[in-house]
C-alpha cells in the first residue's frame, strides 16, 4: 500500500461542468485499471476522496465526480440535510462525460474500467453497464430495496430489464442489519443475476448497518465488516480487471451471515 505522499491527486472539472476528484500512483508506468467511484447521497464529501485515495494505493487510476454538482445547495446536500435525485438517464450522461474527461490520459485504460456505487447511487453502475461496455460493477448498500424495483420518472426501465442487458461480473456488499435493504431484497437481486446467467460475488457481513463502510461516521461504521469487505472488493478487482477470473464460466458466489433470528422490522437507522 503506498502512502499519500506517493499518489498523484488532482481536481478536475469535466467539460459539462462536473468537478471530480483523481488518484493514481506517482510514477505509475503504463495505464492503469480505471475505476470510477459513485458517491453515497451526501455527494463528492471527504470519504469519497479518502476511498478513491486507498483504491489508488492498490494501483489502479480512480475518478470520483461529484454527480450532484447540479444541487444548488451542496453544503445541505454534504451535511445529509438535502438530496439530489439522480435519474438513471441523466448518471449514464454524467458517466460518459467522466470518463471522457480522462480518456486522453495514459495513465488510464479505457478498456479495463470498473464502475462503483454506494447507497443511492448503487443501481447506476447497473444501468450503465446495460448500456456501455464495462469490465466490472460493484455496488455497496444499494440497488436492491424494494423502491429499486419501481419503475417511475428517475428509473424508467425496470431494474430486471437493466440486469438482462449487464455483460459483467457485479460484486456487490450489503450488511446483515441494513435497515434499508433486507436480506430478501439481496436475495431478489443474486436472483436476477443468477436468471442472467452473470457472474457475481454477493456478501452479506453480520453486524453491519446501513453505511457500515464509510469510516466518518461512527454510528455506522464496522471496522471490521468494512475492512473485511473492501479486500474482497479489491481482489475481485484484481481477479478479474487482470484477466484472472473464470474466463467463459460463470461464476456464482453467495456468502452471506446473518443471525439466527433475524428480523429486517428491528434493523434501525444509525448515524
Not at 28 to 53: K, N
Not at 165 to 178: E, N, Q, S, T, W
Not at 237 to 263: N, P, Q
Request: charged share 25%; glycine share 8%; proline share 6%.
Amino acid at each position: 500500500m503506498l502512502a499519500n505522499d506517493a499518489l498523484e491527486v488532482a481536481d478536475i472539472v469535466c467539460a459539462n461542468g462536473m468537478p471530480a476528484f483523481v488518484a493514481s500512483p506517482k510514477g505509475a508506468r503504463g495505464p492503469l485499471p480505471v475505476v470510477v467511484l459513485m458517491h453515497e447521497r451526501y455527494g463528492l464529501v471527504q470519504h469519497t476522496r479518502d476511498q478513491a485515495m486507498r483504491c489508488a494505493r492498490d494501483g489502479y487510476f480512480v475518478i470520483a465526480p461529484n454527480f450532484f454538482f447540479r444541487h444548488p445547495d451542496q453544503a445541505a446536500l454534504n451535511k445529509g440535510d438535502s438530496r439530489y435525485d439522480l435519474t438513471d438517464p441523466e448518471s449514464v450522461d454524467l458517466m460518459d462525460a467522466a470518463l471522457a474527461a480522462i480518456s486522453g490520459d495514459p495513465r488510464a485504460d479505457m478498456g479495463r474500467v470498473a464502475i462503483a456505487g454506494y447507497c443511492q447511487t448503487g443501481r447506476h453502475p447497473l444501468v450503465y453497464a446495460a448500456q456501455r461496455d464495462v469490465k466490472i460493477v460493484v455496488i455497496w448498500y444499494g440497488a436492491a430495496s424494494r423502491r429499486e424495483w419501481e419503475t417511475n420518472e428517475r428509473q424508467p426501465e425496470p431494474l430486471d430489464a437493466v440486469i438482462a442487458r449487464v455483460k459483467c461480473p457485479v460484486f456487490a456488499a450489503f450488511g446483515a442489519l441494513d435497515h434499508i435493504i433486507s436480506i430478501d431484497d439481496v436475495t431478489r437481486l443474486r436472483n436476477a443475476f443468477e436468471a442472467n446467467r452473470l457472474s457475481y460475488h454477493i456478501a452479506v457481513y453480520a453486524g453491519a448497518p446501513h453505511g457500515w463502510l464509510n469510516d466518518t461516521m461512527p454510528g455506522r461504521y464496522r471496522k471490521p465488516q468494512a475492512e473485511a469487505g473492501w479486500a474482497a472488493q479489491q481482489r475481485f478487482l484484481a481477479e478479474r480487471l487482470a484477466g484472472e477470473g473464470a474466463g467463459d464460466l460463470v461464476s456464482w458466489r453467495f456468502e452471506s451471515d446473518i443471525a439466527a433470528d433475524y428480523d429486517f422490522s428491528k434493523n434501525k437507522r444509525l448515524e
